[in-house]
């Protein structure tokens, strides 16, 4: 076959699609595509709360979130790639595979954080700074510190709540109570979300030589009461926007039902401590954020924050 005016043979065509492919996976890989899209619906939620209608900043919203979120995603794996190869849930990250460089790295956060900046920025510039500052505090704070002191996990809670903030910013182009309610939130939930995750895979942080559970005796009794007693706080706080008369009684009820629930997971941990029900509860943790914040949404009273 003849394309532009140079012959190529079927499985020399063949191969150019595979690895055209292969390069999509790792760039989707690289980003880590899924979460970064699980982030934006933190913001999605924010944003509708916040009384958020209009089509074309949604748009900006989602995407320019989209594409910080996985230049944060990116950058880290630029900084850990050397500790990458150590663990058996990174080995084979693209960078460690040497299916992307670190030039091709750098160069593929610069165009994400960039154009996602200046989507949040065509929001208003309050958006584009806390778009900003999550990946400042992400990549420059949170990561570097993982090595070094389990505090790294309170740090990387401050980006890791940002999300439902600038959804809530986006909207209405001012901090206030709700943003910084809707950010208390999920910044409580951030403690027993990655500590069952570093629980779970804790050998494996181990050999990147990370130590994140808030014990040092890491898989401890300590630990798993630390656990639950961060669960336990989650039930009122996540009834702020009921107590602010900004939901009504089935945000009460639901929400008491998820947190009580939630509870019980860690409770269960701090019973056994075994690794079944830290992985159960990391489960319940990906489920309960986008049910209570869209419980939120769909619970607003009318008038209240329009």
């Known amino acids: 076959m003849i394309i532009f005016g ?4 079927a499985m020399e065509i063949a191969a150019n699609k595979i690895s055209l492919i292969d390069k999509l996976k790792a760039y989707l890989v690289f980003t880590k595509f899924r979460l970064s899209a699980l982030v934006i619906v933190s913001a999605l939620s924010g944003f509708l709360f916040a009384g958020g209608i209009d089509g074309y900043q949604m748009t900006l919203l989602l995407i320019g979130g989209l594409l910080v979120t996985a230049a944060s995603n990116g950058s880290n794996q630029i900084w850990e790639r050397d500790l ?4 058996k849930r990174t ?15 750098v160069i593929v956060v610069g165009i994400c954080l960039l154009i996602g900046t200046y989507m949040l920025y065509q929001i208003n510039m309050y958006s584009a700074v806390l778009g900003v500052l999550a ?7 949170y990561t570097p510190l993982k090595r070094i002191t389990p505090w790294a996990v309170f740090v990387g809670a401050f980006p890791g709540a940002i999300p439902p903030m600038l959804g809530a ?3 209405t182009g001012e901090f206030g109570l ?17 500590w069952a995750i570093a629980w779970v895979s804790y050998d494996d942080y181990k050999a990147g ?3 994140l559970l808030p014990s040092r005796e ?5 630990s798993a009461f630390q656990i639950a007693v961060y669960s336990l706080a989650l039930i009122p706080f996540s009834l702020l926007p009921w107590i602010m008369e900004w939901t009504g009684t089935i945000s009460l009820i639901i929400a008491l039902m998820l947190g009580i629930a939630f509870f019980l997971y860690s409770y269960r941990l701090l019973v056994t401590c075994d690794d079944r029900d830290a992985r159960k509860l990391m489960f319940a943790s990906f489920l309960y954020l986008p049910i209570i914040q869209f419980l939120y949404v769909f619970d607003r009273l009318p008038g209240v924050m329009d």
Request: hydrophobic share 50%; charged share 15%.
């Open 6 to 9: 140079v012959k190529y043979s």
């Open 209 to 211: 030589g990370f130590s």
């Open 218 to 222: 890491g898989k401890s009794k300590n």
């Open 169 to 171: 910013i986006a909207a």
């Open 91 to 105: 080995e084979r990250r693209p960078i460690p595979m040497q299916h992307m460089s670190v030039f091709e790295g």
């Open 84 to 87: 990458d190869k150590l663990m």
């Open 135 to 141: 990946f400042v505090m992400y990549v420059f704070l």
């Open 178 to 194: 709700v943003p910084g309610v809707l950010f208390f939130v999920q910044f409580t939930w951030q403690f027993p979300h990655f």
